[in-house]
């Protein structure tokens, strides 16, 4: 059992920033982040494997936020830049997939409790 703590999440304007941290209690093959908005389904924001220097985004956070990893630490940060509106929702920290690609929320193992991000015009 893996246990993730995310946290970072906060209210901002459009324009600002924030950085999301999720611990983990063991290291795992990959992890990412999903956000899930009033209404509409969870989505994949990015995600990052352990051992590799790739990264993966929606296309709708390219360039603006960054995921990257401390493997010492068992720690993943989401840099978001230039915050929009449309960016705000639960963020939630998942980890270890069993398979598909990043973005399939259903073959992640571990998930933390969330951290809420709401972005103001």
């Known amino acids: 059992q893996v246990h993730l703590v995310e946290s970072g999440g906060g209210s901002v304007q459009a324009g600002g920033s924030l950085r999301l941290s999720c611990v983990a209690s063991?290291?795992?093959?990959?992890m990412a982040w999903f956000r899930q908005a009033p209404g509409k389904e969870r989505e994949g924001v990015a995600a990052i494997y352990r051992g590799r220097t790739s990264t993966y985004y929606t296309d709708s956070v390219q360039g603006r936020f960054t995921i990257s990893q401390d493997n010492a630490k068992n720690t993943v940060y989401l840099q978001m830049n230039n915050l929009r509106p449309e960016d705000t929702a639960m963020y939630y920290c998942?980890?270890?997939?069993?398979?598909?690609?990043?973005?399939?929320?259903?073959?992640?193992?571990?998930w933390g409790q969330g951290t809420q991000v709401t972005v103001s015009s």
């Open positions: 063991a290291s795992t093959n990959c």
């Open positions: 998942a980890a270890d997939i069993t398979r598909g690609s990043w973005y399939m929320s259903q073959y992640y193992n571990y």
